[in-house]
């Protein structure tokens, strides 16, 4: 993987990158899709690829390992293989979803023994044990195994989770190095900071991060319900340790304004939940506000939903006929909503792209910002 920073802006501490991994190259600020169980719920890799233009997409090896199973992702020459997507995957570590989603668990040095949400069959996940699953799920960017610490969390447990990640990091980078990929292309391991919102928890740890010297880092551990200005005080923190050549990811953040501030901070990749999410329950993001679809203001509003986007669902299907497909539970409500939500989250990091290489990214950003939480 190789990452070329292209131009820093003036003003904040935005840049404009690439990203070259063996299935293409990213163009960074970008947004992710979340495609947890190997799809980007409702949408088709067509529509990701030409409509959405998502040039990178991610997958949780929590959900992966449970369903289908190693068995058949190697079978089928990995995730590329099996879903048939080929441009860039990232799969996040489990470290997240496993304290999120799974039954009763039990953390130990060791790692993280938990039951499955599917069956409630037993397993174990230690730093090795993801390694390797990542090896096989054949991501381009894979996670180190983390705990991500809930929000409130009292300082002592920070720092010392904060201390087990690290540990667990070395083991990680020990497994990863030592190991090779399965399918003829090359991966990468990033580590993830954590550290709660202590400024002085986040410093260590962002130092230890930067200081094992990989190819790209992320930071873990925000936007878990703690007040957003708390969020961007810390990736300030964060992004102005973490080395300036190498790529920086936000996890699982957020909002369209938390995206376009946290670029401002130096963030180079995003990804989060909300646009698909949302989609399915009739929330839109659009270049002029907030929608809730289901509100009977739009029911006989026919303009597109957003025509600035560009894309095809976005213009081709009225606010009314989706408010109308919406409420009557039609699945291609989620459909459109879902591929119009990723192209607006797309478009907004092109755009923030574009204004950074402009020298114009601070005045767009303020006013853009202003733009995106109005609630229409
Ligand atoms: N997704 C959102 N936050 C986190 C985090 O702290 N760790 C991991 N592994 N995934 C995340």
Redesign the pocket.
């Known amino acids: 993987m190789k990452f070329t920073p292209i131009q820093k802006d003036i003003q904040t501490k935005a840049r404009v990158g690439t990203l070259t991994t063996d299935h293409g190259t990213i163009q960074t600020p970008i947004f992710m899709p979340v495609g947890t169980a190997g799809t980007v719920k409702a949408v088709h890799q067509r529509e990701l690829k030409e409509d959405i233009q998502a040039q990178i997409i991610l997958g949780n090896t929590y959900h992966l390992y449970l369903r289908p199973g190693l068995d058949i992702l190697e079978k089928a020459g990995g995730l590329h293989g099996f879903n048939g997507w080929d441009r860039p995957i990232l799969t996040?570590?489990?470290?997240?979803?496993v304290f999120s989603l799974a039954g009763t668990r039990k953390i130990n040095e060791e790692g993280v023994t938990f039951k499955s949400h599917i069956d409630g069959s037993k397993h174990i996940f230690s730093p090795e044990g993801v390694m390797d699953i990542q090896r096989t799920i054949g991501a381009d960017i894979i996670?180190?195994?983390?705990?991500?610490?809930p929000y409130p969390c009292e300082y002592g447990y920070a720092r010392k989770s904060m201390e087990m990640t690290h540990r667990w990091l070395d083991r990680c980078i020990q497994r990863f190095d030592a190991t090779e990929g399965k399918y003829g292309y090359s991966q990468t391991l990033f580590p993830?900071v954590?550290g709660s919102v202590y400024k002085d928890l986040r410093k260590q740890s962002a130092e230890f991060i930067a200081s094992r010297g990989r190819e790209g880092n992320?930071?873990?551990?925000?936007?878990?319900g703690e007040p957003a200005e708390m969020m961007y005080e810390m990736t300030e923190l964060v992004t102005d340790i973490l080395p300036a050549d190498k790529p920086r990811y936000l996890?699982?953040?957020g909002t369209p304004a938390n995206i376009l501030e946290c670029i401002a901070l130096g963030v180079d990749m995003f990804?989060c939940v909300m646009p698909t999410r949302n989609a399915r329950n009739g929330m839109l993001f659009t270049s002029e506000g907030i929608i809730n679809i289901r509100n009977e203001k739009w029911k006989d509003d026919f303009s597109s939903i957003d025509p600035s986007i560009g894309n095809y669902a976005s213009t081709f299907y009225s606010k009314a006929y989706l408010r109308h497909l919406t409420v009557s539970k039609e699945i291609l409500a989620a459909q459109i909503a879902s591929i119009h939500n990723l192209s607006f989250y797309l478009w907004l990091v092109g755009q923030a792209r574009e204004h950074i290489l402009a020298g114009d990214f601070a005045v767009w950003k303020d006013q853009m910002v202003k733009k995106v939480s109005t609630r229409l």
């Not at 996040?92 to 979803?97: E, I």
């Not at 996670?143 to 610490?149: H, I, L, Q, S």
């Not at 992320?218 to 878990?224: D, K």
């Open positions: 996040d570590s489990g470290g997240y979803q996670m180190a195994f983390d705990e991500c610490t993830i954590q992320a930071i873990g551990g925000l936007s878990v996890m699982g953040v990804d």
